[in-house]
């Protein structure tokens, strides 16, 4: 079983800036794509930023220049460095991960329990 903990939300003047951190644990072979998706109150949840494992990354027009999504390998962990906030960035953030277990053929989409990000204006 794998499991995503989230950690890093909070709240935050505009203007400021959060790093939220995704640690993958539990009986793990590979990791592949890790991101980050966020969902805001009467929205659909939306991708933010994924990183694949050999580093390539992909991000949502609203956040380019402003986000950074990294990841550390040997550790199973994703982070997403935001800058700039802005009031629209208000969401609960979620982890997500493509990940294959000793026991497992494929891969599986796993999800984490979400971290509030409030910014006030």
């Given at each position: 079983?794998?499991?995503?903990?989230?950690?890093?939300?909070?709240?935050?003047?505009?203007?400021?800036?959060?790093?939220?951190?995704?640690?993958?644990?539990?009986?793990?072979?590979?990791?592949?794509?890790?991101?980050?998706?966020?969902?805001?109150?009467?929205?659909?949840?939306?991708?933010?930023?994924d990183i694949?494992?050999?580093?390539?990354?992909?991000?949502?027009?609203?956040?380019?220049?402003?986000?950074?999504?990294?990841?550390?390998?040997?550790?199973n962990?994703?982070?997403?460095?935001?800058?700039?906030?802005?009031?629209?960035?208000?969401?609960?953030?979620?982890?997500?991960?493509?990940?294959?277990?000793?026991?497992?053929?494929?891969?599986?989409?796993?999800?984490?329990?979400?971290?509030?990000?409030?910014?006030?204006?």
């Amino acid at each position: 079983q794998v499991q995503l903990v989230e950690s890093g939300g909070g709240l935050v003047q505009a203007g400021g800036s959060l790093r939220l951190s995704c640690a993958a644990s539990g009986s793990i072979f590979s990791v592949n794509v890790m991101g980050w998706y966020r969902q805001a109150p009467g929205k659909q949840r939306e991708l933010v930023a994924d990183i694949s494992g050999g580093g390539g990354t992909n991000y949502a027009d609203s956040v380019k220049g402003r986000f950074t999504i990294s990841r550390d390998n040997a550790r199973n962990t994703v982070y997403l460095q935001m800058n700039s906030l802005k009031p629209e960035d208000t969401a609960v953030y979620y982890c997500n991960a493509d990940v294959r277990t000793f026991v497992s053929i494929r891969y599986l989409e796993v999800w984490g329990q979400g971290t509030l990000v409030t910014v006030s204006s």
